[in-house]
C-alpha cells in the first residue's frame, strides 16, 4: 500500500469544499471528508483500479458528492493533483500535472 500525498492546491481544495458543505449543513463537511478518506483508502490500496482521464492522471468519484480526487501513481507514493468539482471548469487542473 502506497503512501497518498495531496498538491498544495489539493489540500486548499478539500478545506474549501468541507468548509462549504459546513457552511450548508452542521456536520456535512465532516461526511464529505470522511467520504474522501475513504477514497484515499481505496486508492492506497488499489492504485490502478480507476481509469486514467489524461496522461498518467487517474479519477476517483468520491461517493455520495459531486467531487472527483484526480491523482497519479508515482514511484514512492500516490499525488493527489486535485478535488475536482465534477460541474466545474472540468480541466482547470491540468497545468498541475
Known amino acids: 500500500m502506497k503512501k497518498v500525498v495531496f498538491l498544495r492546491y489539493a489540500k486548499h481544495e478539500l478545506d474549501d469544499a468541507t468548509h462549504f458543505y459546513d457552511m450548508e449543513f452542521i456536520g456535512l463537511g465532516h461526511s464529505f471528508k470522511e467520504e474522501v478518506k475513504k477514497a484515499i483508502s481505496r486508492i492506497a490500496e488499489y492504485p490502478e483500479a480507476w481509469p486514467v482521464v489524461r496522461g498518467d492522471i487517474r479519477k476517483y468519484l468520491i461517493h455520495k ?27 482547470y487542473w491540468i497545468d498541475r500535472t
Open 65 to 91: 458528492f459531486p467531487y472527483n480526487l484526480l491523482y497519479s501513481i508515482e514511484k514512492e507514493h500516490i499525488v493527489v493533483v486535485a478535488v475536482a468539482h465534477q460541474h466545474r471548469k472540468p480541466d
